[in-house]
């Protein structure tokens, strides 16, 4: 359970459930389809990425990595979107959405998905389509560079400074990593309706957003059908609309 103790101490104040969030944002997804499949009420707090909202000395107070999302509940700070995930179902556990006969293969899937995050879904969707509609001005880079004491994240976002791109080793790199997982995806959809068998779970919830956006960038999804046939099902589901189509409706026109 990721917990931080913020130094923007106002957030400590917040009663119920708060969240910094950003539309397009896949992790911010997983969070929002949570609530809403457990009806929780919810206080927003957007964040517009493609503005630069979240590179503030008052965010960074809040999460210490600049990133979306970050839930408050009740004055505590969660940050990783996975753990959030993870610790609402545990704190509000009806509807159940863990798995009842293989929790720690359900908890699998989440660690793998924040596991290719910076290394592969990143690169691939800010190479695709976002770098330079996420381009920092000097200025915002500086910026960024004295708040973010995250070596990874910092080295990540050095890949498109200024006039930097992503070269083509990394690229294929990140290609690599997501055909391994969607392989794994796909073999465990097979004969079953979700990723845990005939139970939708966090597994599906934290997977979901990650399709939803590499098919908006054009990753080719063709020869995967049993991840095609989850996605139409997942995209009938009022937590998918309610938690991604209601906050962007069409990644590959963002």
């Known amino acids: 359970m990721a917990i931080v103790e913020p130094s923007n101490k106002s957030v400590q104040t917040l009663q119920g459930l708060h969240l910094y969030h950003g539309g397009i944002s896949n992790c911010s997804m997983r969070v929002r389809m949570t ?3 457990k009806d929780l009420k919810w206080t927003s707090h957007h964040l517009d990425l493609k503005k630069k909202e979240n590179i503030s000395d008052d965010y960074f107070g809040i999460n210490p990595n600049g990133l979306v999302p970050t ?6 700070v969660h940050i990783e979107s996975n753990d959030i995930i ?3 179902d545990q704190t509000f556990p009806e509807p159940k959405l863990r798995s009842s006969d ?6 699998e899937w989440l660690k793998l998905a924040a596991s290719i995050h910076v290394p592969a879904i990143k690169p691939y969707v800010y190479a695709t389509m976002m770098q330079k509609k996420l381009k920092k001005t000097a ?8 708040l973010q ?5 910092k080295s990540f976002h050095s890949k498109h400074a200024g006039n930097n791109e992503f070269k083509t080793d990394e690229l294929t790199e990140s290609l690599k990593i997501l055909e391994e997982s969607f392989n794994k995806l796909e073999n465990a959809l097979e004969g079953q309706n979700w990723i845990m068998g005939a139970q ?9 957003p990650i399709h939803f956006v590499l098919i908006g960038c054009g990753y080719p999804f063709e020869n995967y059908p049993n991840i095609s046939r989850w996605a ?3 995209r009938e589901r009022d937590s998918f609309k309610k938690g991604v189509l209601d906050w962007c409706a069409d990644f590959s026109k963002v």
Not at 102 to 107: A, C, K, Q, R, V
Not at 139 to 146: G, R, S, T, V, W
Not at 200 to 208: F, G, N, Q, R, V
């Open 35 to 37: 609530l809403a499949e």
């Open 71 to 76: 839930l408050v509940h009740d004055g505590v």
């Open 86 to 88: 993870d610790y609402l």
């Open 102 to 107: 293989n929790e720690t293969g359900m908890l």
């Open 139 to 146: 200025e915002e880079e500086a910026k960024y560079n004295e």
């Open 149 to 153: 004491k995250n070596e990874e994240l």
């Open 200 to 208: 939708y779970t966090l597994a599906d919830i934290s997977w979901i």
């Open 232 to 234: 139409n099902a997942f």
